[in-house]
């Protein structure tokens, strides 16, 4: 049936309507991960755990376009305004009221939260990308409209971008949420108006298998299982790559936006009119994804801004590669909304590997190498070096000079293996080189490359990282992956949270209690719970909020009442484990540990409970914004007594945490005070490490009691003296309706290399 044309395609309607409804769907993405972040704190898995449900609902959305592809389009407008009518009833936007998550159980309550709390609202905006494109294919003259998804992606990228850069610098919750909602509306208005510009048109009452002029062969049981699997391996490398990154090579803040704006940018290339670009892409991806991807098992973390800033520009290249594949392979527009579907699944698909089964499976973040020799497995590969047409090569010829190239392979990564020491020089250099050359000759023969590629990732500390887990050194739960090792040389055991140091313990007879790290006696806790007795007599009651390897515990003297507060079931098991670390069992094998959020805890605890407060709960270099605001330091308030002290660690290499809590200490007319201990006590730095602390008390005198006469404002750079918090002209207070960290990030350190 061939239609009559309507008077214009009005392209720049369908655009629009796309761009706004992407806009909004990744704008809401962050902007509800900041609303639950007071009852779900700042861990990684918890933004994978949201990106699980996003793509859930956007794979429902994508199911309800297609399944709404059944009818005329006259009536899909109907059924999907009205639907955008009773999805209005969730608005504006809010988190659902729900009891708080028994231990062990956040990965399944995180996404029922969420579920709960936007389903409906983001269920029917995600349709809208393809029941859109849909419409404006039923004019003939629109031409294709797989480009509009190029539109939609950027529409999703610029939302998600402006969000930390734009809305939440600018806006309080409540505001957001209401901007949103005005948004929401006109999205309303311009899906309504999209609809009316395809009424009149001679199809849009027609049955929707009449509805094109082209229809096409339907795609294969094949074809669809290929579109599947090319769809889940970005998502799925999009999520393990911002996993691999903040957890074993640079927990930079805001990085996790990086992944998802590049995936997001991938489909924009990879689906607009610049298919040059795409086709240079394709060709640079393998190379990338050989030179970089061989770092995929490496776990000696280090800091590196390169590996991190590498590690992108792969996900970038290869997810570009791949979408432009699955362009390639894209059917004729009849069959469009069962194409984003099964793409829409590919990246369930991808995020569920990522985010769930992952979590459950490994100790540690293999999923990242697995989806990387799956991407080396589905990438197009063009032959950079023909070396059998230059050697005029029979087929079995070629095979035994793969086989040869492999062995050569083998030999190299087993001298690295036993060459490797943690970096990268000497020998190790020169086998990498070879493992590296052969690679790039067997870039278009598939099994061969994803074999090499496996192989480098082996000498490139990835059999070490493979012996840690066999050693059973190291565990994983939701909240991060932790990892126990042994220093004999310098007579240590340590603990890192991701990249982070969370603790040691010295071995060496006789010293097991001596308090380390961040805790020394000369830290700003070590002087507040060295004193303890003096401040609030023999039995002073004190909490700790942050367990780690348990080293304050042996700050705890007779008759004090002590009392620990720990999320993550796991650390207890760690600092339990006399096999692990003693601190507690030698000190304080009675102290009550308290296993939940330490916020709500505390809230739901008595009032005037203890003297003295210790907040030591940042995770890896994140920080925990539901903390740190005016409505959190006052449920600790609550939980002091008239005369007790509060004292928190705001160490970190990438945030300025002073002007926050001067902020509040002004505001609530606290005296307060900063301590930089360098961790140098006794020329011990092996095992003790600088660290900042602030104490907070109801007047300057009780204040004084801890921390002597301040120094002067000029003497504030000089390690070892409690000084005076330094404000900031202006700096807005945070609460849990607004909190921004892009005023306090330290930029030098984040640009710079992180040592």
């Known amino acids: 049936m061939t239609l009559s044309t309507s008077p214009s395609p009005r392209r720049w309607l369908f655009v629009l309507t796309i761009l706004v409804g992407s806009f909004l769907l990744f704008l809401v993405q962050p902007m509800v991960a900041r609303m639950v972040l007071p009852k779900l704190g700042g861990a990684p898995a918890v933004w994978n755990s949201a990106m699980l449900v996003y793509q859930a609902l956007l794979l429902g959305g994508y199911a309800y376009a297609h399944w709404l592809g059944r009818f005329a389009l006259r009536r899909q407008a109907l059924i999907h305004i009205g639907l955008l009518l009773v999805a209005a009833l969730w608005l504006p936007i809010g988190i659902a009221q729900m009891a708080p998550p028994t231990p062990g159980q956040e990965a399944l309550w995180v996404p029922l939260l969420l579920v709960a709390s936007i389903g409906p609202v983001f269920l029917a905006v995600s349709a809208q990308a393809p029941l859109i494109q849909r419409w404006f294919a039923a004019d003939r003259d629109a031409g294709d409209p797989y480009y509009l998804y190029a539109a939609s992606n950027l529409g999703s990228f610029a939302g998600l971008i402006s969000y930390p850069a734009l809305v939440e610098p600018a ?15 006109a ?14 048109s001679a199809g849009a009452a027609a049955p929707a298998a009449q509805a094109f002029d082209e229809a096409g062969p339907p795609p294969t049981w094949r074809r669809m299982v290929h579109w599947l699997l090319i769809a889940a391996v970005p998502s799925g490398l999009m999520l393990s790559t911002t996993t691999h990154l903040t957890t074993d090579i640079v927990a ?25 670009v795409t086709e240079v892409i394709t060709f640079i991806a393998p190379t990338m994804l050989l030179m970089v991807g061989g770092l995929a098992l490496l776990s000696s973390g280090g800091g590196s801004m390169l590996i991190a800033m590498t590690s992108l520009v792969m996900l970038f290249l290869v997810a570009t590669s791949l979408h432009g594949y699955l362009h390639h392979l894209r059917p004729s527009p009849r069959y469009l909304t069962l194409f984003y579907l099964i793409m829409s699944a590919g990246g369930v698909l991808g995020g569920l590997f990522a985010a769930l ?12 190498p697995l989806l990387v020799l799956g991407a080396a497995a589905l990438l197009p590969l063009p032959v950079l070096f023909p070396w059998d047409k230059w050697l005029a090569l029979s087929p079995a010829g070629v095979r035994g000079t793969l086989a040869a190239l492999l ?3 083998a030999f190299a990564c087993w001298h690295m293996v036993t060459d490797w020491t943690g970096g990268f020089a000497g020998s190790f250099l020169i086998w990498a080189a070879v493992l590296a050359g052969v690679g790039l000759l067997v870039i278009g023969w598939r099994w061969a490359y994803v074999a090499v590629l496996g192989l480098l990732m082996l000498g490139m500390g990835g059999w070490d990282t493979m012996a840690e887990s066999v050693e059973g050194s190291r565990v994983r739960s939701y909240f991060g992956i932790y990892t126990v090792t042994d220093d004999p040389y310098r007579g240590q055991r340590r603990l890192a949270h991701g990249t982070t140091l969370h603790g040691l313990q010295r071995t060496e007879a006789g010293r097991e209690r001596e308090p380390t790290t961040y805790y ?15 401040l609030a007599g023999p039995n002073a009651a004190i909490g700790v909020v942050g367990l780690g390897t348990g080293t304050l515990a042996c700050y705890r003297k007779p008759g004090q009442q002590w009392t620990i507060f720990e999320i993550d079931p796991v650390m207890v098991d760690i600092a339990r484990d006399p096999s692990k670390f003693t601190f507690l069992s030698r000190c ?18 008595p009032p005037a409970r203890f003297d003295i407060l210790v907040i030591d709960a940042f995770s890896s270099d994140a920080i925990p914004l ?26 970190n290499r990438f945030f300025g945490l002073e002007p926050v809590l001067d902020a509040e200490a002004k505001a609530r007319g606290f005296a307060a005070a900063i301590r930089h201990d360098p961790g140098s006590e006794g020329g011990d730095r092996a095992n003790l490490t600088a660290s900042s602390w602030v104490a907070f008390a109801p007047t300057p005198q009780r204040l004084a009691q801890l921390t002597g006469p301040l120094v002067s404002s000029e003497d504030r750079q000089k390690d070892g003296n409690w000084v005076a918090l330094a404000g900031r002209k202006g700096f807005e207070r945070w609460t849990d309706d607004y909190a921004s960290t892009l005023p306090i990030l330290l930029w030098d350190n984040i640009i710079g290399k992180n040592e």
């Open 252 to 276: 930079m803040p805001l990085l996790w936006v990086l992944p998802l704006g590049l995936y997001l940018l991938s489909f924009s290339i990879a689906f607009s009119t610049f298919t040059r």
């Open 187 to 200: 999205l309303l208005l311009l899906v309504a108006a999209s609809a009316a510009a395809r009424w009149q």
């Open 520 to 534: 020394g006696h000369q830290s700003g806790v070590g002087l507040a719970l060295g004193k303890a007795e003096a």
């Open 407 to 409: 062995a050569i392979a």
């Open 588 to 605: 304080a094998g009675t102290t009550p540990i308290v296993i939940g959020d330490a916020r709500l805890q505390i809230e739901n605890g």
């Open 626 to 651: 539901h903390l740190l605001t005016r409505e959190a330091i006052g449920i600790y308030t609550r939980a002091l007594k008239p005369d007790g002290l509060l004292l928190i660690h705001i160490s």
């Open 171 to 185: 806006m309080p919750l409540a505001a957001q949420s209401w901007g949103w909602t005005a948004g929401y509306a």
């Open 357 to 368: 089964v992952a979590p459950l499976v490994f100790d540690w973040v293999y999923e990242h």
